[in-house]
């Protein structure tokens, strides 16, 4: 079985670009959720979409935006980039509807912004 | 809001000891669940083991085990008999049983793990 998959491995850009990242889940989960791992501050949850919407979503600005599409795969976009938002991108997916909700996660993106 | 906290920056075990990796948690939930989390240097975070709060028996996969003190608010991971392949970050992570952030992970700061040969 094919594990959560992320591309692009690498992206640099400059401030002010726009940045997009894909995640493709486990076949058969409908979940996709996005952290971000930034030197110094940990693992910060993004965003939660479930069933093409978006369920929930944690302390970012909305220049932080995504979207889940019919076969469950999502991007992360983050427009007008800022020197903090260099960082791992982490995507995970699950079946909601399980007892633990296990997230899997796919190895990331790493996004240099200069 | 939920905290988690992990105190021990970085352990280091000699290969085959045993080792205990710290961590607490900050809830109003009664339930919810918690997992330990291993990130190793290609970066890909894997469970290595979960627990429910309603249960009291304390969760085992293999050479992992955990304490689970819920009123103590305590998630303690046991690694024995250490292998070198044990070695990489470790996260403690809340999530609760439902509500909103029914979906949200939130992770402590990560504990980094060196096994000696």
């Known amino acids: 079985e094919a594990g959560v998959t992320q591309s692009p491995t690498h992206l640099i850009k400059t401030r002010g670009q726009q940045a997009t990242l894909r995640c493709s889940p486990i076949s058969g989960h409908t979940s996709v959720y996005w952290y971000q791992q930034a030197l110094g501050l940990g693992l910060q949850f993004l965003l939660w979409?479930?069933?093409?919407?978006?369920?929930n979503r944690g302390n970012f600005p909305p220049r932080f935006s995504g979207r889940q599409f019919p076969n469950y795969s999502s991007e992360l976009n983050v427009n007008a980039l800022e020197l903090e938002d260099s960082a791992l991108y982490l995507c995970?997916?699950?079946?909601?509807?399980?007892?633990?909700?296990?997230?899997?996660f796919g190895p990331g993106t790493r996004l240099t912004v200069l | 809001a939920q905290t988690v906290t992990q105190s021990q920056p970085e352990m280091s075990v000699q290969e085959a000891e045993t080792v205990t990796l710290s961590c607490t948690y900050d809830t109003s939930e009664s339930d919810y669940y918690l997992f330990w989390y291993k990130q190793p240097p290609s970066r890909q975070m894997i469970l290595v083991i979960r627990q429910e709060a309603y249960k009291q028996q304390n969760a085992t996969e293999n050479r992992f085990s955990v304490n689970f003190q819920k009123a103590a608010k305590s998630f303690s991971l046991k690694i024995s008999d250490s292998q070198l392949g044990d070695a990489a970050m470790y996260f403690c992570?809340?999530?609760?049983?439902?509500?909103?952030?029914?979906?949200?992970?939130?992770f402590g700061q990560g504990t980094i793990l060196t096994v000696h040969p």
């Open positions: 992570a809340y999530r609760n049983a439902g509500g909103t952030s029914y979906g949200k992970l939130t």
């Open positions: 995970a997916s699950s079946i909601p509807g399980l007892a633990y909700n296990e997230q899997f």
């Open positions: 979409y479930d069933e093409g919407e978006e369920r």
